[in-house]
């Protein structure tokens, strides 16, 4: 035991501690490898913690993208709906639109195809004396009597315009031509 030192030091209280050279150096040993381990325990924290933010980031990212995603497949899914109801549309507006034709190209025929000349008809009837507005023929319709204004078959100039002349039997014209 003589060969041991002691190391006298003071601490703040002023108490006196006595320590050995080598019990200074192994709690300088331990309190540096304390100090290293908070080191390395602080490093480890750092970086757990940066790997927690980058992953927080990437779950972010990726939730971001899967929602752009399902907008533009809902945007996409839209127009079809908007493309498909137009086309519907169109569709039925250009049914209708053929219909349309149809039906004037009918009434067109039926208004231009000429009807029997044109003739002023006298309100009386020269027979019996009745009206005349009545009459669906050339006769009266009290009496019978032909009328004297209503047209009668002859050749008249062609309403078509595809002769010079037409023949007219009395209720329409026909396809002779001169």
């Known amino acids: 035991m003589g060969l041991i030192r002691k190391t006298m030091s003071i601490s703040s209280l002023g ?45 972010a990212a990726r939730a971001q993208a899967a929602a752009g995603l399902r907008q533009q497949r809902a945007a996409t899914a839209d127009a079809k709906r908007r493309s498909a109801s137009q086309a519907r549309e169109h569709a039925a507006r250009q049914a209708e639109s053929e219909r349309a034709a149809r039906v004037a190209d009918r009434f067109h025929v039926l208004l231009t195809t ?20 009545i009459a669906t023929s ?7 009597q032909v009328l004297a204004s209503a047209p009668r078959p002859s050749w008249l100039a062609d309403p078509f315009g595809e002769a010079r002349l037409r023949w007219f039997d009395g209720r329409s014209w026909t396809e002779t031509v001169a």
């Open 15 to 59: 108490a006196v501690n006595f320590k050995s050279k080598g019990e200074m150096a192994e709690k300088t040993a331990k309190a540096q490898r304390r100090a290293a381990e908070a080191r390395a325990a602080a490093a480890r924290a750092e970086a757990s913690t940066a790997r927690t933010a980058a992953h927080a980031q990437a779950s």
């Open 114 to 133: 000429p009807g029997p000349p044109h003739l002023p008809v006298d309100p009386y009837c020269s027979g019996c004396g009745g009206p005349t507005k």
């Open 138 to 144: 050339s006769a009266c319709g009290f009496c019978g």
